[in-house]
């Protein structure tokens, strides 16, 4: 049976107040008319959690490390590279080989290393967690510190890796199927890891929760009967607000959580589509600004998400499949939210529409169409456009945005800066090859900022950003499709190659 857009609006406003305490007060959702165009149904699974957000604030933004995509719940990677002074060189510190899949899938065979998004995370344990994971955890190694490296596989495996020496600092979780997403560690310090996985080699095929105190998994859920799509992937790095655990599906389905270092429950759910079309899932991950959850789909379908209710609050269709990963950014004159679509649905070409949108209303503030083409590789046509995640200029390019753009005009892969006032391209430059792997800063003592990219045949480059200027470029590995995170003057990235890598910038 096919329900109209204001049955919809009362089966997830009946449900929501059913869901609320005696005494407590129902907050009201002011809703664009934008969020007209989507079909939902909101369904509370506990009626006794107050869904009420007590704590508004970014959870990542006093953790010891790198926990999430891009480090923050806004997707800004706030923590950024230090350099003692211009750099001229990328070296590299060690290499960590990962364990190989051979099993072959109805999509293809998938190796290990790492591929898109595939970024690390950086966790600087407390003392009191080093002592209590010494005393608890089954798992440890000698090379056991407070610095050490997370990263999932394409190997289907969770590899665990001390910083300093780039060996194994605890034995590695089988999780089972290819993990192509970025783990995310809770920063709540509970030990709780949330796993995605993201190619289905066996069963059960979905998300994980794997705790590192004891070293097991507390939670499986493999795919949801409810779905209004059927497929179980996981690719977004799941976000932690208040006491919720927020997880997003290529199922087109918006998971609520709480959960302890036991056990994990479901609180709500949001199924959507856009009206008239099939349901779509999200391979990028979300950010959040107050309690709004801001998320783009596999159709380009980008929503705004009050995480109280579950409601959509405003929608934006951006026309194509959207897999680059929304940043959120106080300016000021307001809040916005920076984003781009690939070029999938539109053909062989089209636009890569990367746009500037008001994060309170939805509306457009600017869009810059960049014209991009599908790329032959090997026996197959990759797609274009947008895949990078962009990356906020600060210190010397407080104005710009920064992004890698694939199929651009006559170059496979393109690095681009652009301004963030009005939209437009500040400058380009030619990479050797396309890049899916988003790009990180480092900073001089004099706040010149500096970017660390790679791309998909194993190029690294170190690149001026004021001028676009590439100061240099190696051969680093096979593939970087994965994401880098970057640490003091280091950065850490996966490749396709079965090799997790630590270069040093100088």
């Known amino acids: 049976m096919r329900y109209t857009n204001n049955l919809f609006i009362l089966i997830g406003t009946l449900i929501l107040l059913a869901s609320v305490r005696v005494g407590a007060t129902a907050q009201t959702v002011q809703t664009n008319p934008s969020a007209s165009k989507i079909e939902y149904v909101v369904e509370v699974k506990d009626t006794v959690t107050v869904a009420t957000l007590a704590n508004l604030a970014d959870c990542y933004s006093n953790v010891p490390g790198i926990f999430t995509f891009r480090g923050s719940s806004r997707r800004d990677m706030p ?88 060996r194994a600092s605890r034995r590695a979780h089988k999780s089972g199927n290819p993990i192509k997403g970025t783990i995310s560690l809770d920063p709540r310090l509970n030990g709780n890891l949330y796993i995605g996985q993201g190619i289905p080699a066996s069963q059960p095929f979905g998300a994980e929760v794997f705790n590192l105190f004891s070293h097991k998994r507390i939670s499986m859920f493999g795919m949801d009967k409810r779905a209004w799509r059927r497929w179980g992937a996981y690719d977004p790095s799941a976000v932690v607000v208040d006491n919720f655990v927020l997880r997003l599906s290529e199922n087109g389905t918006v998971y609520k959580l709480t959960t302890t270092e036991k056990e994990v429950k479901i609180h709500t759910t949001l199924r959507y589509r856009h009206r008239g079309s099939k349901a ?129 005009g006559a170059d496979k892969g393109t690095f681009v800066a652009i301004d963030r006032t009005t939209g437009k391209i500040v400058y380009r430059r030619a990479l050797k090859f396309y890049s899916w792997s988003s790009p990180v800063a480092l900073y001089t003592p004099d706040n010149e900022m500096y970017v660390f990219t790679g791309d998909v045949i194993g190029n690294v480059y170190l690149i001026e950003a004021e001028s676009g200027k590439i100061v240099y470029t190696m051969r680093g590995g096979n593939n970087f499709e994965s994401s880098p995170i970057v640490i003091d003057n280091c950065v850490v990235v996966g490749s396709r190659g079965r090799e997790i890598h630590k270069f040093e910038i100088y």
């Open 79 to 166: 923590q950024s590279g230090t350099l003692k002074a211009k750099p001229t060189r990328i070296k590299s510190v060690w290499t960590f080989k990962t364990a190989f899949d051979g099993r072959e899938t109805p999509y293809g065979t998938w190796g290990g290393g790492a591929g898109w998004t595939g970024q690390p995370l950086y966790v600087e344990w407390p003392d009191e967690l080093v002592e209590r994971q010494r005393k608890e955890s089954p798992a440890l190694t000698a090379d056991f510190s407070k610095r050490e490296i997370m990263v999932g596989s394409l190997a289907g495996y969770v590899y665990f890796i001390d910083y300093e020496s780039g």
């Open 280 to 408: 779509y899932g999200m391979e990028s991950s979300p950010a959040v600004w107050g309690k709004y959850l801001y998320f783009c789909d596999n159709i380009g379908n980008v929503l705004c998400v009050d995480i109280e209710t579950m409601q959509p609050v405003w929608h934006y269709d951006n026309r194509d499949d959207s897999d680059a990963t929304i940043v959120v950014a106080e300016e000021a004159d307001g809040v916005f939210l920076y984003t781009g679509s690939s070029v999938d649905k539109q053909g062989d070409s089209g636009y890569c529409r990367f746009v500037k949108l008001d994060a309170k209303t939805g509306k457009l503030v600017w869009e810059n169409k960049i014209a991009c083409h599908k790329m032959e590789f090997g026996e197959k046509k990759r797609e274009g456009g947008m895949f990078s995640s962009p990356l906020l200029g600060r210190g010397n390019c407080e104005g710009l945005i920064f992004t890698n753009i694939c199929g651009m």
